[in-house]
């Protein structure tokens, strides 16, 4: 027992350390390129080839740096604001984004998960690193929309096959494993007390915690096994073991998405002190910000070797105590989750497998996931998705549209730029390893933290909307100063890296665990599905008005809107559902094969 135990833990720390390395590499992208110098560089390809209004004669670049005037570029027959340009290149790579995601679902369940992973790892980091070579003063500058959109949707592929690890990785940790075994036992010491056996008196005496506490109320390092209450039922030891595990579980997988979250942006502000250098050198041009995604690109492929290495394949061992903890037989349902009710056909074997048949396989299943029966079954995942629809959004379009506000309408230098883009993410560092002792300080489930997370970030595009207010503005107020920028930097980035943490630890609570790469899939469907309307919609304000502080009335209102969407979520009952789901699904695959 102890060496298999043993060697679980191996196991589990090498793929850990695989899960991490992945987020080291990867998330350096996200925080140096996507949501900082990659909106800031497309706009000034745009501006190093656009006009000013009204006379659309003199280039923007021409421009004193005090001037008012609207830039536009021309691009086939529209001219666009040079601020919309790099928001529509966003919606665009958002959208393709989710179709890639789609497609890619059923294939990132099977030992194919990893290749799948470096794979799009590969077309991102490559797409990145292309940047070192196109100039703004070429005539071929409008690649570089294309090629933003091909490290866009590199990295968000390439996450879902690394989100589907994430399961996996809590159930197989060392807590819940021992969690596990608790109740493992506890499940044959109340089939012994139904079926009236004296097998019990062969098992050792089950030591649980005592019925009137839970690991709510102690502390994280608290031992789950205690002495033995010989006044409780089988059956009373039997639910306070289930109790024990699901908050192990849900515990473990809030604090290895929250590990990975604080080492991405470790990274990430490692490589935006080292690209503060050439960008202050340069003066904030469009080389500098060209040196600093290339770099960014170069970091993704090359931790990402190493994480490749330590990833398992994807394929999930199981144990006789998983099995007998969750009352079954999860290895078949598991196997049989492969071929998930979505015809009869489905279900054959002997065919021969191609990508083209799994990716026809995973848009046929994401119809089946969506069908109204399927949603019924699943309501508080679906509730969950309805409000992660909005929330994705309003969180996305936030870090895009305040970093497009800062440089087009405070005309903030690029050092400042710098220095917000270092700010935000060291905040949720912070922020994403506080809130979980926060959380059990304070006794809160992962809802109700992920509730006030939500509640504390719509304080941001509120105060940005006082800014409309002339009364306000004149007394320095609204998001109108450099000091302000500085500061709601570091409080939107402690909310937000908190933020992302719960809200994939959460999801992960209320879905079938034997599929989970296919409703990552969703997850991030669903994500992409509304990130690719917020900076459109941002955008067509931008053309429309003139004025991008508008798009804060349209954040604030679907933040609020998420809210009372969200609270609706019963974790209970969505992770009861989720695992009745599984165990039907399975059966079903079982029986057409």
């Known amino acids: 027992m102890t060496s298999s135990s043993d060697t679980a833990a191996r196991r589990h720390t090498h793929a850990l350390a695989g899960w991490l390395g992945y987020a080291f590499a990867s998330e350096v992208f996200v925080i140096v390129s996507l949501t900082l110098y990659l909106p800031i560089c497309l706009e000034q390809f745009a501006r190093d080839n656009g006009y000013l209004l009204p006379e659309r004669t003199v280039p923007c670049i021409a421009a004193p740096a005090e001037s008012n005037a609207r830039c536009v570029v021309k691009l086939g027959w529209a001219w666009l604001d040079t601020a919309s340009f790099s928001l529509y290149v ?117 030591a649980v915690r005592d019925s009137s506490t839970s690991l709510d109320d102690d502390d994280a390092s608290a031992p789950l096994l205690q002495p033995e209450d010989s006044t409780r039922s089988p059956s009373e030891t039997l639910a306070v073991a289930k109790q024990d595990y699901t908050t192990a579980l849900s515990r473990a997988t809030a604090r290895i998405s929250a590990q990975g979250i604080a080492l991405g942006y470790s990274a990430g502000i490692i490589l935006l002190l080292l690209t503060i250098i050439p960008v202050s050198k340069l003066g904030g041009s469009t080389w500098a910000l060209r040196l600093s995604i290339g770099c960014s690109g170069a970091w993704w492929a090359l931790f990402s070797v190493g994480a490749g290495w330590a990833l398992p394949s994807g394929e999930e061992e199981h144990d006789g105590d998983e099995e007998e903890a969750t009352g079954g037989d999860v290895r078949a349902r598991v196997e049989g989750a492969e071929g998930l009710g979505l015809g009869e056909d489905e279900g054959e074997t002997g065919k021969e497998w191609s990508v083209w048949g799994e990716i026809v396989l995973a848009w046929r299943r994401l119809f089946r996931m969506l069908r109204p029966s399927e949603i019924r079954r699943l309501g508080n995942t679906f509730i969950f998705l309805a409000a992660w629809f909005l929330l994705s959004d309003g969180f996305t379009t936030i870090t895009s549209t305040a970093v497009l506000f800062a440089k087009t309408t405070l005309k903030l230098p690029s050092s400042t730029l710098v220095l917000v883009g270092v700010l935000t993410p060291s905040a949720g560092i912070a922020g994403a390893l506080a809130w979980p002792r926060l959380q059990r300080r304070l006794r809160l489930s992962n809802l109700k933290t992920l509730l006030t997370l939500v509640s504390l970030a719509a304080v941001v595009p509120a105060y940005g909307c006082l800014g409309l207010s002339p009364t306000v503005r004149a007394h320095g107020l609204g998001l109108v100063t450099t000091w302000e920028m500085l500061v709601l930097a ?56 003139g004025n991008i502080r508008y798009a804060f009335l349209l954040l604030t209102a679907v933040l609020l809107t998420a809210l009372p969407i969200l609270s609706r979520v019963d974790v209970a009952k969505g992770a009861e559902d989720a695992e009745k789901y599984a165990a039907r699904e399975g059966g079903a695959g079982r029986r057409r094969t």
């Open 90 to 206: 966003s919606s665009l790579s958002v959208a393709l984004q989710a179709l890639t995601v789609i497609s890619i679902g059923a294939l990132a369940d099977t030992s194919r998960r990893k290749p799948l992973l470096l794979s799009f790892a590969a077309l991102g980091s490559l797409s990145a690193l292309c940047f070192f070579f196109l100039s703004s003063t070429s005539v071929l500058w409008w690649l570089v929309a294309p090629l933003a959109i091909l490290a866009n949707v590199g990295f968000g592929a390439s996450f879902v096959a690394l989100n589907a690890y994430l399961p996996q990785l809590a159930r197989s940790a060392p807590d819940v494993r021992l969690a596990r075994e608790a109740l493992a036992q506890a499940h044959r010491e109340a089939e012994a007390e139904v079926t009236g056996s004296n097998s019990n008196e062969h098992l050792e005496p089950l």
């Open 490 to 545: 570091v409080y939107f980035g402690s909310v937000y890296g908190a933020f992302q943490s719960y809200a994939r630890a959460l999801y992960a609570e209320v879905i079938p665990r034997s599929q989970a790469a296919r409703w990552y899939a969703l997850f991030s469907i669903t994500d992409k599905s509304s990130s690719f309307l917020g900076p459109l919609a941002v955008g067509l304000i931008a053309d429309g008005t």
